[in-house]
């Protein structure tokens, strides 16, 4: 048991390091260097999403707010202070989606299943009509342009090993965390929150803690978008995007640790390429994704796992 | 010696329905006893409110003397009480070896770690191997729970419940579900863990050649009312307790 899942892990990071790590040299264009930056911060995001979602059974439709909070602090603090301050406004990002998580998640976590999501998604649209009205401040529905971290980073291909690093370092905390006992207990919540508390444990209180640690790296996510795009727009915090990082996490498979990440690389993969020939990529996505609740509930990487366990000897006898 | 547990007028009513009448009991130290009586008398209430589930609505309840009436689950739990349930509770996607694990774990204070493995975790995992040997699941460690017969999954509730090192332990049907086989089994299985790890053991069952084989004490509910409190040779002879739930056919 335990070595089939160091041999997963390591084929994950295996691929995963070869594949992006060589992008900056077989690139055509710095198109496509934009393009794996999109998928490394994307794929990030979702995975936290899905610590969330996937193990504690917290589905959030908000997480937009997180993600816009590190985005717009980024966006904000350059602006108006300089380039110069384009780390520590990364910084600050994460600090203050630490805070709004806690005030936050005190209020939403009292709620459970579908009032938790509505709840969450309410909180979002919050932050997104504030953004969009408060014109002086926010640049309203214009956004801010023209943002662009300073020094060694205004180079792409240094920019794009920075995230490449931070990625790696978030997914391989999040790992840890995933096989931690507090990742057991995560998901022991999920599956059963009465038992938890009759263990001893506050499932609240875990669930807050995991609700933090999520919109920290959602915040984490938005500020280091801004490096790629080098702009920021109010959409960041509107329910399409908590909706598409729902999508990734669901199409790679919430039942798997790394399957999110996948599911952000098809879903940003299919944008660029139907996009290119079609306005209504999103059509196309929301085609593949009533195949996949349908036909593939287990999302793709849960599908390929169970159709490797359904041919692999020696299982059958387990029957 | 100063009794473990001790329930002190406990009343409780769901809307117009008493489900608790005016419940006074005690229970000793290292004892072994059983609830019995008929659906709807208010066995699984009485546990609920022991365990803080649900607040009585007047009434104390006292726990290794201490008084644990407005105390929560949570606090109860660690306090060192633990439970099994009628319908059975577990964590079907986990391994049945994390199901007691993580019970083991939370027994040590160990899930606010989140960088460690769960495997790093040597003294939880030996203990939960142990548990799972005593109870006779070792073989099924590595089977996820949701795949055991219903009779093993009401065992992997107890070594759940036991993993947590409790002082008290409360199983609610524990034999509920299961062959007349698995039922002697777990009847003997039952004594057994309550010896061997030195336990106060309060069981609700139907199944009277559990209750009569291994209980010190029977209490007898009846719509809420303690019926009657005695040795096994007391209750079964207690002609209240025949015209009430036993009946003649039973003797």
Request: proline share 4%; charged share 15%.
């Given at each position: 048991?335990?070595?089939s899942?160091f041999?997963?892990?390591i084929?994950?990071?295996?691929?995963?390091v070869?594949?992006f790590?060589?992008?900056?040299f077989?690139?055509?264009?710095?198109?496509?260097?934009?393009?794996?930056?999109?998928?490394?911060i994307?794929?990030?995001?979702?995975?936290?999403?899905?610590m969330?979602?996937?193990?504690?059974?917290?589905?959030?439709f908000?997480?937009?707010?997180?993600?816009?909070?590190?985005?717009?602090?980024?966006?904000?603090?350059?602006?108006n202070?300089?380039?110069?301050?384009?780390?520590?406004?990364i910084?600050?990002?994460?600090?203050?989606?630490?805070?709004?998580?806690?005030?936050?998640?005190?209020?939403?976590i009292?709620?459970?299943?579908?009032?938790?999501?509505?709840?969450?998604?309410?909180?979002g649209?919050?932050a997104?009509?504030i953004?969009?009205?408060w014109?002086?401040?926010t640049?309203?529905?214009?956004?801010?342009?023209?943002?662009?971290?300073?020094?060694?980073?205004?180079?792409?291909?240094?920019?794009y090993y920075?995230?490449?690093?931070?990625?790696?370092?978030?997914i391989?905390?999040?790992?840890?965390?995933?096989?931690?006992?507090?990742?057991?207990?995560?998901?022991?919540?999920?599956?059963?929150?009465?038992?938890?508390?009759?263990?001893?444990?506050?499932?609240?209180?875990?669930?807050l803690?995991?609700?933090?640690?999520?919109?920290?790296?959602?915040?984490?996510?938005?500020?280091?978008?801004?490096?790629?795009?080098?702009?920021?727009?109010?959409?960041?915090?509107y329910?399409?995007t908590?909706?598409?990082?729902?999508?990734?996490?669901?199409?790679?498979?919430i039942?798997?640790?790394?399957?999110?990440?996948?599911?952000?690389?098809?879903?940003?993969?299919?944008?660029?390429v139907?996009?290119?020939?079609?306005?209504?990529?999103?059509?196309i996505?929301?085609?593949?994704?009533m195949v996949m609740?349908?036909?593939?509930p287990?999302?793709?990487v849960?599908e390929?796992?169970?159709?490797?366990?359904r041919?692999?000897?020696?299982?059958?006898?387990?029957? | 010696?100063?009794?473990?547990?001790?329930?002190?007028?406990?009343?409780?009513?769901?809307?117009?329905?008493?489900?608790?009448?005016?419940?006074?009991?005690?229970?000793?130290?290292?004892?072994?006893s059983?609830?019995?009586?008929?659906?709807?008398?208010?066995?699984?209430?009485?546990?609920?409110?022991?365990?803080g589930?649900?607040?009585?609505?007047?009434?104390?309840?006292?726990?290794?003397?201490?008084d644990?009436?407005?105390?929560?689950?949570?606090?109860i739990?660690?306090?060192?009480?633990?439970?099994?349930?009628?319908?059975t509770s577990?964590f079907?996607?986990?391994?049945?070896?994390?199901?007691?694990?993580?019970?083991?774990?939370?027994?040590?204070?160990?899930?606010?770690?989140?960088?460690?493995?769960?495997?790093?975790?040597?003294?939880?995992t030996?203990?939960?191997?142990?548990?799972?040997?005593?109870?006779?699941?070792?073989?099924e460690?590595?089977?996820?729970?949701?795949?055991?017969?219903?009779?093993?999954q009401?065992?992997?509730?107890i070594?759940?419940?036991?993993?947590?090192?409790?002082?008290?332990?409360?199983?609610?049907e524990?034999?509920?579900?299961?062959s007349?086989d698995?039922?002697?089994?777990?009847?003997n299985?039952?004594?057994?863990?309550?010896?061997?790890?030195?336990?106060?053991?309060?069981?609700?069952?139907?199944?009277?050649?559990?209750?009569?084989?291994?209980?010190?004490t029977?209490?007898?509910?009846?719509?809420g009312?303690?019926?009657?409190?005695?040795?096994?040779e007391?209750?079964?002879?207690?002609?209240?307790?025949?015209?009430?739930?036993?009946?003649?056919?039973?003797?």
């Amino acid at each position: 048991m335990k070595k089939s899942l160091f041999n997963k892990d390591i084929i994950f990071w295996g691929l995963f390091v070869v594949v992006f790590g060589s992008v900056p040299f077989l690139k055509q264009s710095d198109y496509h260097l934009m393009l794996a930056n999109s998928i490394l911060i994307w794929g990030m995001f979702a995975v936290a999403f899905n610590m969330l979602f996937g193990v504690t059974g917290m589905l959030s439709f908000g997480q937009a707010l997180y993600y816009g909070l590190g985005a717009y602090s980024v966006g904000l603090v350059v602006k108006n202070y300089g380039p110069s301050l384009f780390l520590p406004a990364i910084g600050l990002g994460v600090v203050l989606a630490v805070i709004t998580s806690i005030l936050v998640g005190l209020l939403v976590i009292r709620l459970s299943g579908v009032y938790f999501t509505v709840l969450t998604l309410a909180f979002g649209q919050l932050a997104w009509q504030i953004t969009f009205r408060w014109y002086h401040f926010t640049g309203g529905d214009d956004g801010i342009q023209g943002i662009m971290p300073s020094g060694v980073l205004e180079n792409h291909t240094v920019y794009y090993y920075f995230t490449f690093v931070l990625v790696i370092l978030a997914i391989w905390f999040l790992r840890r965390v995933a096989n931690s006992p507090m990742g057991l207990v995560l998901r022991c919540i999920r599956q059963n929150p009465e038992r938890v508390r009759f263990l001893g444990r506050r499932v609240r209180r875990n669930q807050l803690r995991i609700y933090v640690i999520s919109s920290f790296f959602a915040a984490l996510a938005g500020g280091l978008m801004t490096g790629v795009t080098n702009s920021i727009h109010p959409d960041m915090f509107y329910w399409t995007t908590s909706g598409e990082v729902i999508l990734m996490a669901v199409l790679g498979g919430i039942g798997q640790f790394f399957g999110p990440f996948i599911g952000a690389t098809v879903i940003i993969i299919i944008q660029d390429v139907v996009g290119a020939r079609t306005e209504y990529w999103s059509l196309i996505i929301g085609l593949i994704m009533m195949v996949m609740v349908l036909g593939m509930p287990r999302g793709l990487v849960g599908e390929i796992r169970g159709l490797k366990a359904r041919f692999a000897p020696g299982r059958m006898s387990r029957g | 010696m100063e009794p473990i547990l001790e329930l002190q007028n406990v009343t409780k009513s769901f809307g117009g329905l008493r489900v608790t009448s005016d419940v006074s009991l005690s229970v000793a130290q290292g004892s072994i006893s059983a609830i019995i009586g008929p659906n709807g008398a208010g066995k699984t209430t009485i546990f609920n409110q022991i365990t803080g589930y649900l607040k009585p609505d007047s009434g104390k309840i006292f726990f290794c003397g201490q008084d644990i009436t407005e105390l929560n689950t949570r606090d109860i739990v660690t306090l060192g009480m633990a439970r099994a349930f009628q319908v059975t509770s577990f964590f079907p996607e986990e391994t049945v070896l994390d199901n007691v694990r993580v019970a083991c774990l939370s027994q040590k204070n160990k899930t606010r770690n989140l960088l460690k493995g769960v495997d790093d975790f040597k003294d939880a995992t030996d203990q939960a191997h142990k548990i799972l040997s005593s109870i006779g699941l070792e073989k099924e460690a590595d089977r996820p729970a949701f795949e055991l017969a219903h009779g093993d999954q009401k065992l992997l509730d107890i070594g759940i419940a036991l993993a947590l090192q409790p002082k008290l332990l409360l199983l609610d049907e524990p034999t509920s579900g299961m062959s007349p086989d698995e039922r002697l089994l777990t009847r003997n299985l039952v004594k057994k863990l309550w010896k061997e790890f030195n336990l106060t053991l309060i069981f609700i069952e139907h199944d009277m050649d559990t209750v009569f084989g291994i209980a010190q004490t029977v209490r007898v509910l009846q719509m809420g009312r303690l019926l009657a409190e005695g040795s096994p040779e007391e209750i079964r002879n207690n002609p209240e307790v025949i015209t009430a739930y036993l009946g003649e056919e039973v003797l």
